[in-house]
């Protein structure tokens, strides 16, 4: 009894042909619902599982997907992986992981192998939120973009809203009765640093506002906080809250306030953006920050891959996903 039980065993057991058990486990009308009845009876009772190959074989599906990504070390790229994968295994779909490492030409190889394999769709994730270089449009299956949007509008993107992200922040500085707010970022060259600026200008100007002085754009590092946030205090000693581009400078941020004595969150205001929990939760006081949801983007692009297989139109274009406060106490004294 240690056989794997085939669908001959089941059609034998409920008195019928292979070829009628196979009608009515399957769905198909030819069968009365007395026989479809005894058949299925007959498979639970053997504990029958259809092979899921041979269904998507008839189906014309191989129950395979290819997720293509450029840097499968990334912070950000592994929690859209997790996302991806979870959805995916809920759907009983395997999954065929690439790694292309940033490289065109290895990234042309992973797409031709995956092909090969006769995937029913891809997932392409990106590093970073700039725009990345289309597949193309034969591909001939689905394709979704995440994160790293697609420089072609007849491809689907979905990106964090990073603009909404910037708005998001001052929301909160603002509630929390900040009115002179800096901003310190990362590289101008990335995307996400300019798209969270402009958010932010975007609330502070509905309110009659500015930032204090100019943008400062710098590296993605706790030593451009920590450098940063000593130029700003000396020129702007009147600031009460500062934004930070990333949970990285907003660390650095932090160690400047704390050697210039200025208490965080009474004197002045930190606040970051990733909800990188390594950072945030071991900053002290521990940081305020925007989390971009990138699980829930990975859930988000393969269940539209989903659809698409079911031909359901998924749209095309950049759409952007919001984020979520997650409030510490950088910004919120304890009570």
């Known amino acids: 009894m240690n056989r794997v039980v085939t669908l001959t065993d089941v059609a034998r057991l409920a008195g019928v042909s292979v070829a009628t058990a196979s009608k009515a486990l399957n769905g198909r009308d030819q069968v009365k619902d ?11 009772r053997l504990s029958f599982s259809p092979n899921r190959l041979a269904r998507g074989l008839l189906a014309g599906r191989s129950g395979t997907v290819g997720l293509l990504t450029s840097d499968l070390e990334g ?21 065929f992981l690439c790694d292309a490492r ?11 192998a995956l ?3 006769r995937v029913d769709g891809l997932l392409v994730v990106g590093r970073q939120t700039d725009p990345r270089p289309s597949l193309g449009r034969d591909i001939g ?22 603009i909404g992200a910037g708005r998001l922040a001052v929301e909160h500085l603002l509630a929390c009765g900040r009115r002179r707010i800096a901003h310190v970022s990362g590289e101008l060259v990335y995307s996400a ?50 934004l930070c581009g990333s949970d990285q400078i907003a660390r650095g941020a932090l160690d400047t306030a704390r050697d210039l004595h200025r208490t965080v969150p009474d004197d002045i ?13 071991n900053a002290r006081p521990e940081l305020t920050s925007i989390d971009a949801n990138l699980q829930q983007l990975g859930h988000t692009a393969a269940q539209r891959v989903f659809a698409a297989l079911e031909g359901i139109d998924i749209g095309s274009g ?18």
């Open 269 to 281: 205001a930190v606040m970051g953006f990733d909800n990188w929990e390594v950072l945030t939760t």
């Open 115 to 117: 092909l090969g394999r």
């Open 141 to 162: 299956v689905p394709v979704v973009y995440a994160y790293a949007p697609s420089d072609d509008p007849a491809d689907l993107s979905l990106v964090p809203d990073n």
């Open 102 to 112: 940033g490289d065109t030409i290895r990234e042309r190889y992973h797409l031709r």
């Open 34 to 44: 007395s026989t479809r009845a005894r058949v299925q009876e007959a498979a639970a």
């Open 75 to 95: 912070r950000f790229v592994l929690p859209i992986l997790m996302g991806a994968e979870d959805a995916f295994g809920a759907g009983q779909v395997n999954v």
């Open 193 to 242: 640093a300019r798209d969270r600026a402009q958010g932010a200008r975007e609330r502070l100007a509905q309110e009659g506002l500015e930032l204090v002085g100019d943008v400062m754009y710098g590296e993605w590092s706790e030593r451009w906080g920590r450098d940063a946030t000593a130029m700003l205090l000396a020129q702007h000693p009147e600031v009460d809250a500062i």
């Open 318 to 335: 950049e759409q952007a996903l919001p984020g979520r406060l997650v409030i510490r106490g950088s910004t919120v004294a304890r009570q």
